[in-house]
């Protein structure tokens, strides 16, 4: 299995910047598309960016701009750099990986994979 690791979240004020990072072990055969996504109180989970094994990017239309998705294959971590914080930024982040991991016989099985959640809070 994969387990994910997440650090970084803190309290910031606006305009400032956090680094998000996580990271992935276990039996991992391959790690596909890496992402984050964030849940405010009383709110849905929502997609902040993604990143391809190619490092092509996605990001939510309220991120561009200012937060900058990026991985290390080597270390299978991926992070997420977040400028210009807003109060609205305010939510748990979650990163997501989707990975191909070998059970023991060999058998490749391709799983989505979900960290604990960091909070990130920005006062304004």
């Known amino acids: 299995q994969v387990h994910l690791v997440e650090s970084g979240g803190d309290l910031v004020q606006a305009g400032g910047s956090l680094r998000l990072s996580c990271e992935a072990s276990?039996?991992?055969?391959?790690?596909?598309?890496m992402g984050w996504y964030r849940q405010a109180p009383g709110g849905q989970r929502e997609l902040v960016a993604l990143?391809?094994?190619?490092?092509?990017?996605d990001y939510a239309d309220s991120v561009k701009g200012r937060f900058t998705i990026s991985r290390d294959n080597v270390k299978n971590t991926v992070y997420l750099q977040m400028n210009s914080l807003k109060p609205e930024d305010t939510a748990v982040y979650y990163c997501?990986?989707?990975?191909?991991?070998?059970?023991?016989?060999?058998?490749?099985?391709?799983?989505?994979?979900w960290g604990q959640g960091t909070q990130v809070t920005v006062s304004s």
């Open positions: 276990g039996s991992i055969s391959r790690i596909d598309a």
């Open positions: 997501k990986v989707d990975a191909v991991t070998m059970d023991a016989y060999g058998v490749p099985t391709v799983g989505r994979y």
């Open positions: 990143i391809t094994p190619g490092s092509s990017t």
